[in-house]
């Protein structure tokens, strides 16, 4: 399984952090506060920061250079836009030298938005943990809910993941093999040609795993099965008559039924994510331990 282990090497690797926001507080300037603990922890991380400024940051894989432009180099960038009275995290899959170079691909994808959340306003914990040496990240935000099984509810889910090639996979230019994926079922990889030979920029694709695809999966397990819990890969598919080949399972991403606690271990250096009934459970890599703040 692609991505699992814990621990930090010396020159950078992984690390993370978990933040809890009282009901009520966190708003746009709070948005925008996170968006600096964000990019301390991909500096953290070993990132190359190729745009760094306090309402963006474009990041790169260590190692990697604002020339490289590259199917298998995972490419980042993650901006604040203030919307007033919310603020809102915008997260890229980029192919090219950065996300504002007019060059560039790049799909887009709204992680987090202040308003998504519910009223009156619950205690929100968000976690967030990246890999410099491997290439992804990932943001999870959780809300308090008295009225669900959990306790709990999702809000935020976003994750920059990458696909595992197949042997069929190794051409080059039929779409980038790293996106935006969130957890109801979408995955936004930074390019992509369709049928007619056009290159599109933010093609969209629903994701599949032996549950189920996209929106229609919720994790649900038939109370008479033998089997208390599962964790299997999720898998990005052909959608909108994009000519890409089925990629292989996501290094980073586990689908998990609904037997699963919030931040359980499913398998060693992973952590659970669970919330509502209808939010669908899943498994992301993590650090061995994230900073409280």
């Not at 708003?27 to 920061?49: E, M, P």
């Not at 994926?181 to 390019?191: F, I």
């Not at 060693?268 to 939010?279: K, L, Q, R, V």
Request: one cysteine or more; charged letters at 15%.
């Amino acid at each position: 399984m692609a991505g699992a282990g814990s621990g930090t090497t010396p020159t950078g690797g992984r690390v993370g952090f978990k933040k809890t926001y009282p009901a009520g507080s966190f708003d746009s300037a709070a948005v925008q506060a996170l968006l600096a603990l964000i990019k301390t922890t991909l500096s953290s991380a070993g990132f190359n920061l190729l745009v760094d400024r306090a309402d963006a940051v474009d990041f790169i894989r260590m190692g990697s250079h604002a020339a490289t432009a590259h199917d298998d180099i995972p490419h980042w960038a993650i901006g604040f836009v203030d919307g007033g009275s919310v603020g809102l995290l915008q997260a890229y899959a980029v192919y090219g030298p950065n996300f504002e170079d007019p060059t560039a691909k790049y799909s887009i994808r709204t992680i987090l938005n202040s308003g998504w959340l519910s009223y009156p306003p619950q205690d929100l914990t968000i976690h967030f943990a990246c890999d410099g040496v491997e290439g992804w990240w990932w943001l999870n935000g959780t809300e308090i809910n008295a009225n669900s099984v959990s306790g709990h509810e999702m809000r935020f889910a976003g994750a920059g993941v990458t696909s595992r090639r197949f042997a069929s996979d190794y051409h080059q230019g039929l779409a980038s093999r790293y996106g935006v994926w969130n957890a109801w079922g979408d995955w936004y990889p930074a390019y992509g040609i369709n049928n007619t030979g056009t290159i599109l920029n933010g093609p969209w694709m629903t994701t599949w795993s032996p549950l189920g695809q996209g929106w229609a999966f919720n994790g649900k397990r038939h109370p008479g099965s033998p089997i208390p819990k599962m964790a299997v890969p999720l898998f990005p598919s052909r959608d909108g008559a994009l000519s890409v080949s089925l990629f292989g399972e996501f290094n980073e991403v586990l689908a998990l039924t609904d037997g699963y606690a919030l931040e359980e271990v499913p398998v060693p250096g992973w952590i659970a994510f669970t919330g509502n009934e209808s939010d669908p459970p899943y498994a992301v890599p993590a650090p061995a331990q994230f900073d409280v703040l």
